[in-house]
């Protein structure tokens, strides 16, 4: 039972390169999250995706893009890192919106 | 705007010790309560939910939470820490399908 599995753990990034990280969950969930969290401010919701086919911006998009492939897999690019971006990330999802979340493991991203 | 606050970054409390670590929210209406919790290097844990009905709800490893209206808090509690609860806690609420969390707050227990 792996729950929601997040890769790459970790990522070294030059400024201006791209990548994608890759999430799936094997619960039959419909919403799937993006998270970021930083030192001394919580998690912030980047990207979320109530449902299969549908995607909406939370508190900080900027910088980045979503792509809900299926029902499972819920990707985050990043187009051109900066260093601004080194985070965690954590990618959650939940049976419906308003239930608790599962989170993966996190995929510690640095970019220098 | 809709905001969770958790007004302290970092409590320290000696084991046997009984815990509070609280909880403001700001949203136009009564939101979904969450408090999940944190072990170093993990993701996040759920230890309770409130969606409706009893203001007191219990969760797991001993830890409740009350729900207060009148003060927009749902604070989290504990009668007796133990050393293995040293983690970081993070209230969240929402509404519909954007669960937003509050800053944290990093509890250390004292042997």
């Known amino acids: 039972n792996a729950g929601v599995t997040q890769t790459p753990k970790f990522q070294v990034l030059k400024t201006g390169q791209s990548m994608t990280l890759q999430c799936a969950q094997d619960?039959?969930?419909?919403?799937m999250y993006w998270y970021r969290q930083d030192p001394g401010m919580g998690l912030r919701l980047i990207y979320y995706?109530?449902?299969?086919?549908?995607?909406d911006k939370g508190e900080v998009p900027n910088g980045y893009n979503v792509s809900r492939l299926n029902k499972r897999e819920f990707s985050l690019r990043l187009e051109s890192a900066a260093p601004s971006q080194t985070s965690v990330y954590f990618c959650?999802?939940?049976?419906?919106?308003?239930?608790?979340?599962?989170f993966g493991n996190g995929t510690r991203l640095t970019v220098t | 705007a809709q905001s969770v606050t958790q007004p302290d970054i970092h409590i320290t409390v000696s084991e046997g010790a009984s815990l509070e670590l609280r909880c403001n929210y700001s949203?136009?209406?009564?939101?979904?309560l969450f408090w999940y919790v944190q072990s170093p290097g993990q993701g996040l844990q759920l230890l309770l939910k409130?969606?409706?009905?009893?203001?007191l709800v219990q969760g797991i490893k001993g830890f409740e939470a009350e729900f207060k209206r009148s003060q927009s808090s749902f604070n989290l509690r504990k009668p007796s820490v133990h050393w293995s609860d040293a983690a970081e806690y993070f209230c969240?609420?929402?509404?519909?399908?954007?669960?937003?969390f509050g800053a944290g707050t990093r509890l250390t227990v004292k042997p």
């Open positions: 969240a609420v929402t509404l519909r399908d954007d669960m937003r």
């Open positions: 949203y136009g209406a009564t939101p979904y």
């Open positions: 619960m039959n969930h419909n919403s």
């Open positions: 959650a999802s939940s049976e419906v919106g308003v239930a608790p979340l599962h």
């Open positions: 409130y969606f409706s009905g009893d203001t």
């Open positions: 995706s109530a449902s299969e086919g549908t995607t």
